[in-house]
């Protein structure tokens, strides 16, 4: 099968029917096709190349639009410490996109379910290969986001993770970068990923943070702390004046996070702070 290779897309004759499909081949060389279509000897057929769990070539009439040279959205079925993990890029076809490819750290690994931006590559012995996405594939063709994006929330999936930040496609094709202090926890490669738009950069890109804005973490500090009232009885040993350290090392949240967070229960009348804590006021009603 010197003229076969994993990955193709041929044009190939129907020389036989067999169990489960039909023997396909061209003057070179013939290959399996698995399929439950009706063909006649003679038919002329295109197919896509692969090498199925025994590492057979086989054939089949899905035309995968992950291809050599066409990049597509692929999902993660499984991941394999130390080997890298397995992507559909078809309903019969899984590659392996190798942890060579992957980032070094394994948290920021693609888990089952995210999805790569890949294209397909051969390793020395002829096997497909899954071959991710790099920034220098999108130079020059990045589409330039307009301003009016300032401030807006975006979405997107990240391609790219490293120390200094991740790198997002976002659902309208712009590139956004992440950078590590605008992050609440480093993103995944794959992951999907929500957040807002901090600046429109003068080449067209975004810079993006993950973190809420101020009046929405306000809410969201709020009720971890509402919670954690109720869970301890209706009192914290925290005030406005308790030390940082220790609000950040309860509660993950700066101390300025905690007293937005608290300014709001106490516009809505929920605590009252003495003696260095903090009391939920129907604690203090029921021991009234």
Do not use: C
């Not at 698995?34 to 057929?45: A, M």
């Not at 948290?107 to 294209?119: N, R």
């Not at 590139?175 to 794959?190: A, C, L």
């Not at 101390?255 to 203090?284: C, H, M, P, W």
């Amino acid at each position: 099968m010197r003229n076969f290779k994993a990955g193709d897309i041929k044009t190939l004759r129907v020389k036989k029917q067999m169990t489960d499909g039909y023997l396909i081949g061209d003057n070179s060389a013939d290959v399996v096709l698995k399929t439950d279509e009706n063909r006649s000897i003679g038919d002329q057929v295109d197919v896509f190349l692969y090498n199925d769990k025994n590492n057979e070539l086989k054939a089949t009439l899905e035309l995968p639009s992950v291809r050599f040279n066409a990049f597509d959205w692929a999902e993660v079925l499984r991941v394999i410490d130390h080997l890298g993990v397995f992507v559909k890029i078809g309903e019969e076809i899984d590659v392996l996109l190798s942890s060579d490819d992957l980032p070094e750290h394994r948290h920021v690994w693609p888990v089952e379910g995210d999805q790569v931006y890949v294209s397909l590559k051969l390793d020395k012995k002829d096997r497909l290969l899954a071959d991710p996405v790099k920034e220098e594939d999108f130079e020059g063709t990045w589409p330039v986001a307009p301003e009016s994006l300032d401030n807006k929330d975006i979405s997107g999936r990240v391609f790219r993770s490293g120390r200094e930040g991740a790198v997002m496609i976002s659902e309208d094709g712009y590139r956004g970068f992440i950078h590590h202090s605008e992050q609440i926890k480093e993103p995944r490669v794959g992951e999907w990923v929500e957040g807002r738009v901090i600046k429109v950069k003068d080449d067209g890109t975004l810079n993006v943070s993950l973190f809420p804005r101020k009046q929405d973490a306000q809410a969201i500090d709020a009720e971890m702390l509402l919670d954690y009232l109720k869970e301890h009885d209706g009192e914290m040993p925290f005030d406005n004046k308790s030390d940082p350290d220790k609000i950040q090392k309860t509660f993950k949240i700066s101390k300025s996070a905690f007293k937005r967070a608290i300014g709001k229960l106490y516009k809505d009348r929920l605590i009252v702070q003495e003696n260095g804590k903090t009391l939920l006021t129907e604690r203090i009603d029921s021991d009234r």
